[in-house]
């Protein structure tokens, strides 16, 4: 490499520079367009729609946390030994939702039969005061 | 510095700066006209500030440089999504203009074709050397890489592109 080939290079590039310089953008003009791509309306439009999905987020959040509420209001609560929320109920009053099914026709006859009172009754509770 | 001095600062190197973004969009002129917007843009706002170690040309050349490289990599992708095509930075083959008679268009042409053989990084020394006239210092500086390796891209991309030349030449 010598400083022919180098004035060569240059030259090409010389030309290389003549030809751009010649078709450059308008410096004004590029500088309008890129403020009006980046304008404040449009700025203001992005943040609007970040507004609008911070709020949509947040609704959701709220919705969450009340079906959580509702659905662990009737849990037990092991601290006060009570239900949480809703109607106490006794364990002795507790009927299975299919205790309904457990009775058919020929329960009655299954059943032990109530003890009758009898004349003998009156005699056996005598003997025992004696 | 202030708004009003950068303002001025770029107007005066924006044909300067309008070259070097063709250079680092592969002379895609839409691609450079869009970087080179997005450049002055973040130059303006503040975004990329300039800290005096180096010249406000060497400085504005870099931010140019490296919103080129992004607003390219989003070009890519964006071709890559919309066409499936492989898209490369590749200089563009330059189309004969009205003008192709002339020795300069000539000279101009022989010159984008045979950039086309040396890598990016001896395309970009090349183009801040003898088309910036920059000195191997401030090419580095731009490229943010050492002068040592600017110097080693200056050396062996000036040899390619004597030699493409001289091959295009001969045809």
Known sequence: ?130 | MERSELERELEALHVDCWGWALACCARDSELAEDALQTAYLRVLSGRAKFDGRSSVRTWIFGVIRMTAIEEGRRHRSWIARTAGADSTMDVADPSPAADATTESSEQRSMLISALAAVSPRQREVLQLVFYHGMTIEEAARVMSVSVGSARTHYERGKKTLARMLAELRVR
């Not at chain 1, 709220?62 to 239900?83: C, K, L, M, N, P």
């Open chain 1, 1 to 130: 490499m010598n400083f022919s080939d180098d004035d060569e290079l240059r030259a090409h590039f010389d030309a290389l520079r003549r030809h751009d310089r010649d078709r450059a953008p308008d410096f004004r003009a590029m500088l309008d367009r890129a403020r009006s791509t980046n304008s404040p309306a449009r700025r203001r439009a992005f943040s609007l729609i970040w507004i609008a999905a911070a709020a949509v987020m947040v609704l959701a959040v709220g919705i969450a946390v009340r079906e959580t509420r509702q659905h662990g209001a009737g849990r037990y609560d092991g601290s006060t030994g009570s239900f949480g929320g809703g109607d106490t109920v006794s364990i002795s009053n507790w009927k299975s939702p299919t205790a309904s099914l457990l009775h058919t026709s020929g329960s009655d006859v299954l059943a032990s039969s109530k003890i009758l009172s009898s004349v003998l009754d009156g005699a056996s509770r005598a003997a025992v005061q004696h």
